[in-house]
């Protein structure tokens, strides 16, 4: 038998992507840095696309496809690193619309140090996701079972930012559980808890919150070491600048 007469393990698997909205979906993974390397509008759509060392196709999607339920589809990008496409990704927003995007779609979720994936979601609703290939297996969606009150809130608000991309439930998550909890809490755990919740707010639009946020914020007393803890869990530490005492 030949070798070409073997399956061989070198197989390249392409998603194929429902499009709807063909104009916008070229502008914008142009302006990611995206090569279009091929276009087609009739008699059917179907466009292909590059970047590094991976492609995205896509093609014609259902009549009643609503983007804004962002269930149309996606696929998964397995990297060595993740913050390096993050950088890469939030560097060429800010070039081409001035700021990251945040909300709506398309958009991108925010990197977190030491965070194993992230997302970004097209104009059609599609969501591609990058994973590092060593995340852990032992990964726990819904919250560790060995936290408890304010630090348990914490992980599960984790869970539902990073791994299922709700940042209203997270919010919510939150807000709640700071409530319930925040008394019996550390100053750190508060204020990791406040920090979050100035990110989330940001994100959702909600500029009257933030401040409330923040002023409670500036109230925890921090060490000079926990006040980089906190600025470190969130994806843009100038957001917490105004708030958390110590900073620039």
């Known amino acids: 038998?030949?070798?070409?007469?073997?399956?061989?393990?070198?197989?390249?698997?392409?998603?194929?992507?429902?499009?709807?909205?063909?104009?916008?979906?070229?502008?914008f993974w142009r302006a990611l840095g995206?090569?279009?390397?091929?276009?087609?509008?009739?008699?059917?759509?179907?466009?292909?696309?590059?970047?590094?060392?991976?492609?995205?196709?896509?093609?014609p999607a259902p009549r009643d496809l609503d983007p804004a339920n962002e269930s149309s589809g996606g696929?998964?990008?397995?990297?060595?690193?993740?913050?390096?496409?993050?950088?890469?990704?939030?560097?060429?927003?800010?070039?081409?619309?001035?700021?990251?995007?945040?909300?709506?779609l398309p958009r991108i979720t925010r990197y977190r140090p030491g965070a194993s994936r992230f997302s970004v979601v097209d104009p059609s609703g599609n969501t591609i996701i990058?994973?590092?290939?060593?995340?852990?297996?032992?990964?726990?969606?819904?919250?560790?079972?060995?936290?408890?009150?304010?630090?348990?809130v914490l992980d599960n608000a984790r869970i539902l930012r990073e791994f299922k991309s709700d940042d209203?439930?997270?919010?919510?998550?939150?807000?709640?559980?700071?409530?319930?909890?925040?008394?019996?809490?550390?100053s750190v755990e508060r204020a990791l808890a406040l920090a979050a919740l100035i990110e989330l707010a940001t994100a959702l639009g909600e500029p009257e919150r933030v401040?409330?946020?923040?002023?409670q914020l500036r109230t925890v007393s921090l060490s000079a070491g926990e006040r980089e803890q906190v600025r470190q869990a969130v994806g843009d530490p100038?957001?917490?600048?105004?708030?958390?005492?110590?900073?620039s």
């Open 75 to 104: 696929c998964l990008v397995m990297v060595d690193a993740v913050a390096p496409y993050h950088a890469a990704f939030t560097e060429a927003m800010r070039r081409a619309y001035g700021k990251v995007l945040a909300r709506g």
């Open 168 to 186: 209203r439930a997270a919010y919510r998550a939150l807000n709640s559980g700071l409530r319930r909890h925040g008394d019996a809490a550390s």
């Open 1 to 27: 038998m030949t070798t070409v007469d073997r399956v061989q393990p070198n197989e390249t698997t392409v998603p194929l992507l429902p499009c709807v909205a063909v104009d916008e979906t070229l502008a």
């Open 34 to 59: 995206f090569a279009v390397t091929y276009e087609q509008r009739k008699p059917y759509v179907y466009l292909a696309l590059r970047w590094s060392g991976f492609e995205l196709h896509y093609g």
């Open 130 to 152: 990058f994973i590092a290939r060593d995340e852990p297996q032992e990964l726990e969606y819904g919250g560790s079972k060995r936290l408890t009150g304010l630090a348990r």
């Open 211 to 215: 401040s409330e946020w923040g002023a």
């Open 238 to 247: 100038g957001t917490l600048e105004p708030w958390l005492p110590g900073t």
